[in-house]
């Protein structure tokens, strides 16, 4: 009987494994600084793998829609997928103890850390924020932390000032990317790109080509006032030698 007992305790413990997290309160300007990007997102779908090792994970794809810092090449299919350990795979149950919580639809802030030309969470659910407005202004609020009173919410400006200047990127107005533009989706929900500091370095010789295609629209401008102002005075003189002519 004893044996059966035991037998069938394992079998909990091998299909529900679960593991503790602890985290430690960081201040959002160190947070940043272990971070390399951040993106608000919106969980489209998830997908439960086992990997190589035979941890069993899942897959989160989220539809971006404001990203800072992040590179193109980040994206697939101009989606940001995130893989974590944690997850239910052919029965088996693999848990995290303070994993970060994502639900369908639901819009968050991430910060996040690049490690040999992969994305993950950054400093693991202390990188999560979930997105609330108040009084007309946007927070980010801690999945961890949220009622710290240090480090439990920000506003969206500091945040982004937080960034910019640890980052040393510059803040552009968003644009609209052509394939958000449908009917069906809100203009809040269309994702604005946030270009680096690299990108702006090339808008001067935009502004350049545009100023010097004007020049030519001044040169023949001045040319054809010149050429008025001429024609005007050779006629008042035709005018005079014909009067005193036919004095």
Request: proline fraction near 5%; charged fraction near 25%.
């Amino acid at each position: 009987m004893s044996k059966k007992i035991t037998f069938a305790v394992l079998i909990m413990i091998v299909q529900n494994v679960s593991f503790a997290t602890m985290f430690t309160p960081l201040p959002f300007d160190t947070q940043v600084e272990e971070a390399t990007s951040a993106v608000e997102v919106k969980l489209e779908n998830t997908k439960v793998y086992k990997n190589a090792s035979g941890l069993i994970m899942t897959e989160y794809s989220f539809n971006v829609l404001e990203s800072y810092n992040l590179a193109d090449d980040d994206l697939e299919n101009q989606k940001l997928k995130l893989s974590m350990p944690g997850g239910t795979y052919n029965g088996i149950t693999s848990m995290i103890d303070g994993a970060p919580q994502f639900n369908k639809d639901e819009r968050s802030f991430l910060l996040l850390k690049k490690i040999d030309s992969k994305n993950y969470l950054s400093n693991f659910s202390l990188g999560k924020f979930k997105i609330q407005n108040y009084e007309g202004k946007t927070y980010y609020v801690s999945e961890v932390f949220p009622m710290d009173p240090k480090i439990g919410r920000i506003s969206k400006d500091k945040m982004i000032e937080l960034m910019k200047n640890k980052w040393k990127i510059t803040l552009m107005i968003p644009k609209i990317i052509p394939a958000y533009e449908t009917a069906s989706t809100p203009v809040a929900e269309m994702r604005p790109l946030i270009k680096s500091v690299h990108d702006l370095e090339r808008e001067p010789a935009q502004e350049e080509s545009i100023s010097n295609e004007g020049v030519p629209v001044f040169f023949w401008s001045a040319i054809a006032l010149f050429a008025f102002f001429f024609s005007f005075i050779f006629f008042k003189l035709g005018k005079t030698e014909c009067k005193q002519k036919s004095e």
